[in-house]
């Protein structure tokens, strides 16, 4: 969260309660068919609703709203002091990433190239741990 934002100096680690009392910034649920889901949010929480993790991240340098960011791209925000991390006493949430496509034909080209890509241990690694460069 941005410096400024008042829960940037609460005492930690920040409770439910602490969270429930300021807006959450949230990136909307992109799923055309089926269920939305919510990470991070408490039931009742007053949020502030974006369309990409981009902007998501610009409205935490702005203090419109707390919430949770990737390390990866705080990180660099986190080093200069234009955002601080505060620990919470929720447990964190690891979520798993799963790629699929068709298997009754052959792979196109763009995804004979993607595949080969995840072949690489070197495209491996810049997505688990270094995407902090990340296009967004």
């Given at each position: 969260?941005?410096?400024h934002?008042?829960?940037?100096?609460?005492?930690?680690?920040?409770?439910?309660l602490?969270?429930?009392?300021?807006?959450?910034?949230?990136?909307?649920?992109?799923?055309?068919?089926?269920?939305?889901?919510?990470?991070?949010?408490?039931?009742?929480?007053?949020?502030?609703?974006?369309?990409?993790?981009?902007?998501?991240?610009?409205?935490?340098?702005?203090?419109?709203?707390?919430?949770?960011?990737?390390?990866?791209?705080?990180?660099?925000?986190?080093?200069?002091?234009?955002?601080?991390?505060?620990?919470?006493?929720?447990?964190?949430?690891?979520?798993?990433?799963?790629?699929?496509?068709?298997?009754?034909?052959?792979?196109?080209?763009?995804l004979?190239?993607?595949?080969?890509?995840?072949?690489?241990?070197?495209?491996?690694?810049?997505?688990?741990?270094?995407?902090?460069?990340?296009?967004?």
């Amino acid at each position: 969260m941005a410096p400024h934002h008042p829960l940037a100096t609460a005492r930690e680690p920040l409770s439910d309660l602490d969270l429930l009392q300021h807006r959450g910034i949230v990136v909307a649920d992109s799923v055309q068919n089926g269920t939305t889901q919510s990470f991070g949010l408490i039931e009742g929480q007053e949020t502030f609703t974006v369309s990409s993790l981009r902007t998501k991240l610009d409205a935490h340098l702005r203090g419109l709203g707390a919430g949770f960011l990737p390390e990866p791209i705080a990180r660099p925000y986190l080093a200069t002091g234009r955002l601080v991390a505060r620990r919470v006493e929720r447990s964190t949430r690891v979520a798993a990433l799963n790629c699929a496509w068709r298997s009754n034909a052959s792979p196109g080209q763009a995804l004979a190239w993607w595949l080969a890509r995840l072949d690489s241990p070197v495209t491996r690694r810049a997505l688990l741990e270094q995407h902090g460069g990340l296009s967004m």
